[in-house]
């Protein structure tokens, strides 16, 4: 069964970039566009990957990455950060909040693909 990856980012082209990757790389993208709906979204269907923006309305990328470690039923999906280039204390926030990884804007589709897959692996999802 294909994995199902939950991609929260608020900027329209850049999300649809991510879908297009992720959804030719053989994974099942429900994508949102803000904090709020990432949080019921991932109640909701337990994705196996949450891809989480930091900046976005509504909640930011912390406040959701906060949130769903703080649920029993959320606390364990593996999640990666995509961040603004050299935004270091974004990236340090991030981990030690509990993230598994993050990927740095712009980025590569290929890049992002693979850490997806890494991540994955890792958590022993494959
Ligand atoms: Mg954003």
Known sequence: MPYTILVAEDQQHVR????YKLR?????VVAVEDGNAALQKAEEI???LVLLDVMMPLMTGFEVLGA????QKTKD??????TAQS???EV???????ADDYITKPFSPNEL???????????GKK
């Open 16 to 19: 649809s970039l991510i879908e």
């Open 24 to 28: 030719n790389s053989g994974f099942v």
């Open 46 to 48: 337990i994705p196996d």
């Open 68 to 71: 769903l470690k703080k649920n």
């Open 77 to 82: 999906i593996p999640i990666l950060m995509l």
């Open 87 to 89: 935004k270091e204390d």
């Open 92 to 98: 340090l926030k991030g981990l030690e909040l509990g």
């Open 113 to 123: 693909a693979a850490r997806v897959k890494t991540v994955l692996l890792r958590r």
